[in-house]
């Protein structure tokens, strides 16, 4: 057993973050969690575990991504214009270089590496359209460590062909990697059918990836209302639904297991949908700004009690920080209310956007039961950050709150000093304090 003491945030279930200024974890063998409380009780109920003690640092779940490109990262902050020409203009020539194993395997490992260096310990990828990048891209994060629900992303048709596959290839070549790769890794990895959006799926595809998640019980990944002329164009590939969200309902695609990345432009009827079926969110605010999607109503939407996590979307996002995805989504709850001063409502601060992507973000993949705090019997993933990188010295700003503030807004890229799964120390920063 591992016993780790120091400052803690823990996410409460019902909303916010409880603060343990002298607090302790205790890590089973098996890597998970069997007690939280104070250091105190910790040092006399587990005196002969040896203690690690983390000064001067902050001990947080891990941050947990639930919406992201792999194939994309070598474009983050890469391009102009907005979302369909970027995809054909950026996104698509660079997704079909992934059909060369020796570049997929460079990219994968790279993506992985960042993401644990970052702080993310959870992750939900669309990989290339190819079996083998994707398979690859299962090796590496095996390897790397991480938790992943990933998938091969499926297109038919209105993009490239080198990048095109036929209904029966997609669904095959998914069934193969989920029977190789969905729960290995003593559960860290998880298969996940993953249609890249309406626009890019035939009728035939929809239907057989809504038929494959129910027989096969696996998770959806998909795009909802991203862009206005991303609605036009499903309006019009669609004539005979009602909505961007009716068309995936019609095809089997809403259920719980259903993570609908963006989703800023839905009716009240959508969202009534989206919840009956009791789908998720992706929250994506750096990429909305980055492609002038839109600015989704984030206090709205959960106030209406939709189940909501924050995505990067690299590379539409310009970086696997999750901290400075916890970052925008503050600040785009502001600008919403800078729009819509008739409506103003209260924003989203540092705390809850931190509580977005740790147990929200759990939650929003169905992973609330394993992670995304410190309940005793989840799997131990959390990272140690490091004080020294964002407070100044003597600086007087040191309550908890103003310290999570702190990590969100102005989080250094060498903030986080060790990044730990299932209780095995996957990234160490090298001479840490």
């Not at 907005?82 to 054909?88: G, K, R």
């Not at 400075?324 to 209260?346: C, D, G, V, Y």
Request: net charge negative; charged share 20%; aromatic share 8%.
């Amino acid at each position: 057993m591992r016993l780790y003491t120091g400052f803690l945030v823990h996410p409460l279930p019902q909303g916010g973050l409880e603060y343990l200024l002298d607090g302790a974890l205790v890590v089973s063998d098996f890597g998970q969690i069997v007690f939280m409380g104070a250091r105190a009780d910790a040092l006399c109920d587990y005196a002969d575990i040896p203690e690690e003690h983390c000064e001067n640092a902050v001990i947080l779940p891990g941050m947990v991504d639930t919406h992201v490109h792999l194939p994309q990262y070598e474009a983050a902050a890469i391009g102009t214009g907005e979302l369909l020409n970027w995809l054909n203009t950026y996104i698509f020539p660079l997704e079909a270089r992934f059909a060369d194993e020796e570049y997929a395997h460079i990219q994968s490992q790279r993506f992985f590496y960042d993401a644990v260096r970052l702080g993310t310990t959870t992750m939900s990828v669309y990989c290339s359209s190819h079996r083998r990048a994707t398979d690859i891209a299962f090796e590496a994060a095996f390897h790397a460590g991480l938790r992943v629900c990933m998938g091969k992303t499926m297109m038919d048709n209105n993009a490239p062909e080198n990048i095109l596959y036929s209904p029966d290839e997609n669904i095959n070549d998914s069934l193969a990697l989920a029977k190789a790769w969905h729960g290995a890794g003593n559960g860290r990895l998880q298969y996940t059918l993953t249609p890249r959006f309406a626009g890019s799926c035939s009728r035939e595809l929809l239907k057989k990836t809504g038929e494959t998640a129910h027989a096969e019980g696996l998770r959806i990944q998909t795009h909802l209302s991203e862009n206005p002329s991303e609605l036009r164009f499903i309006a019009e590939l669609f004539p005979e639904h009602a909505s961007y969200t009716d068309v995936y309902h019609a095809y089997g695609l809403l259920t719980d297991k259903t993570i609908m990345a963006h989703s800023i432009y839905l009716s009240s009827q959508e969202k009534s949908l989206l919840k009956a079926h009791n789908c998720a969110i992706a929250h994506c605010p750096c990429s909305n700004r980055f492609l002038q999607s839109g600015v989704m109503a984030l206090r709205q939407m959960l106030n209406e009690g939709l189940r909501i996590g924050l995505g990067s979307d690299v590379a539409g996002g310009s970086s696997l920080s999750m901290f400075n995805e916890a970052k925008e989504a503050a600040e785009s709850s502001k600008t919403w209310n800078i729009l819509h001063r008739a409506q103003e409502m209260p924003t989203v601060g540092a705390e809850e956007a931190l509580w977005l992507a740790t147990l929200g973000g759990a939650r929003a993949l169905g992973l609330d039961e394993v992670i995304g705090n410190f309940t005793v019997g989840k799997d131990a993933d959390f990272i140690v950050c490091d004080l020294n990188e964002i407070l100044p010295q003597k600086s007087s700003f040191v309550s908890p709150e103003n310290i999570i503030s702190r990590l969100v807004y102005g989080a250094h890229p060498h903030v986080v000093s060790k990044t730990v799964v299932q209780g095995k120390v996957v990234y160490q920063k090298q001479n840490s304090r």
